[in-house]
């Protein structure tokens, strides 16, 4: 399976890029990122460019992609609802819209968020705009997509954010986070869960196009 991955230097992305070079089946990985990510590897291949919604440089190897993992993502504290559209759902169907093109059979999956509002009506800004792009993404005529809605992701394997509060907040929360699991499975789920899950899913599909929690720690 050759694998697109968006965002492989953001903490999910970390682990789903880690998940793919140690998976078999994945015989070859392009990155599209802002910054190195800092592996090498006989399997990746980067592309490194300020502007990630240009796919032009990937020229005919879009074409044999046969997943586009989608990991990339900003935070919608301190944005207006407009600045948050233009980095997330404006930005996200341009890549799409570009790969659905190139390679119509192509399986994409967009990493969303538990709550995401699928009726975009709701009270929560960020819920509504990922919940106008999901609805987006799934009229595209690919082959196959799927939404995946985790809740607290526990980083492993030395993986951390980009973002130094979450950081914190991680070392923090480390201690209790067994307990969480215990308490409420359906509330934390890890990097490599949640990698195994993608990458199982963009290979062998799954029963609905939108995975919560539920369904993740299924894996």
């Known amino acids: 399976?050759?694998?697109?991955?968006?965002?492989?230097?953001?903490?999910?992305?970390?682990?789903?890029?880690?998940?793919c070079l140690l998976d078999p089946t994945v015989t070859r990985v392009i990155s599209v990122s802002r910054r190195p990510t800092g592996k090498s590897d006989p399997k990746l291949h980067e592309f490194v460019q300020g502007d990630v919604t240009n796919l032009s440089p990937l020229g005919v190897e879009?074409?044999?992609?046969?997943?586009?993992?989608?990991?990339l993502g900003v935070s919608s504290v301190g944005q207006s609802e407009a600045e948050y559209t233009r980095t997330t759902y404006d930005l996200t169907m341009k890549v799409a819209e570009q790969c659905v093109k190139a390679n119509p059979s192509m399986t994409f999956i967009y990493v969303s968020g538990r709550s995401t509002d699928s009726t975009e009506n709701g009270s929560a800004m960020w819920a509504r705009v990922k919940g106008r792009l999901e609805n987006s993404l799934l009229k595209l005529p690919f082959g196959r997509a799927y939404m995946?809605?985790?809740?607290?992701?526990?980083p492993q394997h030395g993986i951390r954010s980009s973002t130094k509060l979450y950081n914190v907040l991680y070392v923090i929360l480390k201690p209790i986070f067994p307990i969480l699991r215990r308490l409420s499975p359906t509330s934390v789920t890890t990097t490599d869960q949640l990698s195994s899950a993608m990458i199982t899913v963009a290979r062998d599909g799954y029963k609905k196009p939108i995975?919560?929690?539920?369904d993740i720690i299924t894996f």
Do not use: H, S, Y
């Open 211 to 214: 995975l919560e929690m539920e």
């Open 148 to 154: 995946f809605r985790p809740a607290a992701i526990i």
């Open 1 to 19: 399976m050759n694998v697109l991955l968006f965002g492989a230097t953001g903490m999910i992305g970390q682990g789903v890029l880690r998940a």
């Open 62 to 71: 879009l074409k044999t992609i046969d997943a586009c993992l989608f990991t």
